[in-house]
């Protein structure tokens, strides 16, 4: 590909330089661009600031220098500058050299400043300027302060967005074309070909597995190896398929866990169970100390080895037990006597109470393979009977010299009246040595009498409360008689503290009023002999008046309801006529009849009776009604 130069025209005096056409056609032909990057300059100097944002603005950078023939060929190819050089894309940052674009750093290789460069002789020198012409270190460089004027030098790129593969490799200007610099792993001439490694260098460790990132097995690709449990790697855990082909590691191994070794220990034994291997994962180890050692150094008498190769503890060992002497303490109220004074294994301590004094705890007690004493030091307490209660229907009285309910404590017990005492032969307890009292707990037990001293009366009924439950103590019963019958003897009964009722069952009675006899000059009858409901009916001779009520009845309280009533002499009227004529004609087939009709001649004869008052008018309502029960 050729060079496109594209340069613009020169001052005037170039151009009068090239008067000749001759000369005129040989610079256009120069001039005339083929595909391939092209350089450019500018018709005026600029600082390096202003010249590379005009290079950016009008073509696409300012010219970063790739190589000693691009060198010789912009010498040959650019015009002398009529002030200064040519800046190119180089500039200083925090004191490293670096191209602009591709911000790289200036290597060994590439420099290319002229004698005794860079001098940074002005101070802030931090841009370059490259000599054109000048006779002497031509296409060399020279820093520069980057506010000096110089000719822009620019440059047209050869490289596209799809000159190369994506990723796989970065496009390179050269002289009249560009090529692919491809990245490490990639070749070809747009880098489209990938390095590829041997997947059977790829194998599965016993008791392990490898797991690949893709199945190309192609440059960058990862391989990750992983044991079983209890299994690790030795060798690399990961591996890389490199740009040589090869892999970065080779396969690793999948080894057994391994546990340090344990020892048997001194005064102990070690029994160990190994699944997989002598102390090794999942093996585990139990320890027992002989009798009178005890273990130490370890929190646990069973070790495990673990996935990570350690054993979850220290390894055990066993030692002589002691025990602390400050443990063995004397009660109060006893005393301690032990075998001997070393306070070691096996050693024994006995302990006593005085008298009314029980021990709570063990006796004796003895050191121990734990280094613990085989029970704690006993108390001596106070012998303690029995709480006891005072009973339901009665009192308790305690005399208690050391303590309630305590040796030598005395309790008596009373019944209240109606309760008798049972389930102890004594009255008097008392609390002995062994703390069991002298007899059982008293219990005062309510009274009951017989039930079946409580008889129904002949015509009549009984009824009971039991304040205390069935016919106890106290229970009451009290008797009624029919209508018509009275109680003989006491209507009520209560069960006393002698277990006998207060009365016996009284007896139901005929209600008997006094008996009547007929009046003087005047008429009695009546419906019964006299008893309880009975009514009798009174009537005087004629010329007698009857001075009180004609109809009485026999009352509850064996009484008659009303005064006997009595005939008085009575001037002649009507109804003395009438009610002689009645009694004549009254036999005792017609008693109920004729008793209606001479109390309907009464009213009427009542009419005609000057003399008559409140005395002879009908009695209470209460005697018409036995007069209607009659009939």
């Known amino acids: 590909m050729g060079y ?68 010789s060929h912009l010498h040959n190819f650019l015009p002398k500058p009529n002030k200064g050089y040519y800046w190119i894309g180089m500039r200083k940052t925090d004191g490293i050299w670096t191209w602009v674009g591709t911000n790289k750093r200036l290597s060994k290789k ?55 593969i994506s990723g796989q ?54 391989c990750e190896y992983s044991c079983e449990e209890g299994y690790k790697i030795k060798g690399s855990r990961t591996t890389k398929c490199t740009s040589t082909k090869e892999w970065s590691s080779r396969p690793p191994t999948c080894e057994l866990v391994q546990c340090p070794e344990l020892m048997k220990p001194l005064g102990g034994t070690m029994l160990c169970h190994d699944p997989k291997g002598n102390f090794s994962y999942q093996s585990t180890c139990d320890f027992v100390c002989d009798e009178g050692y005890t273990l130490r150094d370890s929190s646990s008498s069973t070790l495990f080895c673990g996935i990570t190769g350690h054993w979850n503890d ?147 009924s009984v009824q009971c409360s039991h304040p205390n439950g069935g016919f106890s103590y106290d229970s009451k019963c009290k008797f009624s008689c029919e209508e018509g019958y009275k109680v003989k003897g006491s209507s009520t009964t209560r069960c006393t503290s002698t277990k006998e009722w207060s009365s ?41 008046h009857l001075r009180g009520a004609s109809e009485i009845s026999c009352t509850e309280t064996a009484e008659w309801s009303q005064e006997t009533p009595h005939c008085e002499a009575h001037p002649e009227s009507l109804v003395t006529e009438v009610t002689l004529g009645v009694a004549a004609t009254v036999g005792s087939s017609g008693l109920l009849l004729a008793l209606w009709i001479l109390k309907k001649l009464r009213r009427n004869a009542n009419k005609f009776d000057l003399n008559s008052n409140s005395e002879t008018e009908d009695q209470p309502q209460v005697y018409k009604n036995s007069i209607s029960s009659l009939i």
């Open 4 to 71: 496109c130069k594209n340069l613009p025209l020169p001052g005037a005096k170039l151009m009068q330089f090239f008067a000749s056409l001759g000369l005129i056609f040989s610079v256009l032909n120069i001039w005339r661009g083929t595909e391939g990057w092209s350089y450019h300059y500018s018709t005026k100097t600029m600082d390096w600031e202003d010249a590379r944002n005009w290079c950016r603005q009008n073509y696409t950078d300012m010219v970063a220098i790739q190589n000693k023939e691009e060198i």
């Open 110 to 164: 590439a420099e290319n400043w002229a004698s005794n460069e860079p001098n940074n002789g002005g101070n802030n020198e931090d841009c370059v300027e490259m000599y054109i012409k000048r006779g002497k270190d031509d296409g060399k460089w020279n820093d520069m302060s980057c506010s000096s004027k110089n000719t822009a030098l620019c440059y047209t790129a050869s490289c596209k967005n799809d000159s190369c």
């Open 169 to 222: 490799g970065e496009c390179v200007e050269t002289i009249n074309d560009h090529t692919c610099s491809c990245f490490e792993g990639f070749y070809g001439e747009r880098c489209e070909h990938v390095v590829k490694c041997k997947p059977e260098d790829i194998t599965t460790p016993d008791h392990g597995s490898v797991q690949c990132s893709n199945g190309s097995f192609s440059y960058d690709s990862n």
């Open 314 to 460: 220290s390894q055990p060992n066993c030692e002589i037990v002691k025990c602390k002497p400050e443990d063995i303490t004397t009660p109060d109220h006893g005393s301690v006597q032990c075998s001997n004074g070393s306070f070691s294994y096996d050693s024994n301590c006995e302990y006593n109470c005085e008298e009314g004094y029980k021990m709570k705890g063990s006796r004796t007690t003895r050191c121990t393979s734990t280094k613990e004493w085989s029970s704690r030091p006993p108390t001596c307490e106070l012998v303690q009977c029995p709480e006891l209660m005072e009973p339901l229907g009665g009192t308790m009285l305690c005399h208690d010299p050391k303590g309630t309910f305590s040796y030598q404590s005395t309790c008596d017990f009373v019944c209240d009246e109606g309760y008798t005492l049972r389930d102890s032969s004594s009255s008097t307890l008392f609390c002995g040595i062994t703390g069991h009292w002298n007899d059982s707990q008293p219990n005062c037990e309510i009274i009951k009498c017989k039930p079946e001293d409580i008889t129904t009366p002949d015509h009549g």
């Open 504 to 544: 016996r069952p009284p007896t139901c009675e005929l209600i008997q009023c006094p008996a009547l006899e007929n009046a003087a000059d005047g008429l009695l009858n009546c419906t019964s002999n006299f008893s309880y409901g009975s009514m009798c009916i009174f009537s005087c001779a004629e010329g007698y």
